[in-house]
């Protein structure tokens, strides 16, 4: 569902930024904004497992 993606262009906009963010070694997390919202708390969590599970890899 494109709710914030009003047309193509933006949407594709939208893309080539986080492909930009990926390819700088960014790891980018996903969610639709009603996810977001109403279940803020697991949000957070899996950002922050993911970031510690980041971190261990490179570690290694």
């Keep these: 569902m494109r709710e914030f ?4 262009a933006t949407f594709n906009i939208d893309r080539r930024r986080q ?6 070694e960014w790891m980018v997390l ?3 904004a009603a ?3 109403a279940h803020l708390d697991a ?3 899996a950002h ?3 970031s510690v599970r ?3 890899a490179i570690a290694s």
């Design 43 to 45: 949000v957070a969590l």
């Design 35 to 37: 996810t977001a919202m």
């Design 48 to 50: 922050t497992a993911s």
């Design 19 to 24: 492909n930009a963010l990926v390819l700088d």
């Design 54 to 56: 980041r971190e261990t």
């Design 30 to 32: 996903r969610y639709p």
């Design 5 to 8: 993606h009003t047309d193509p």
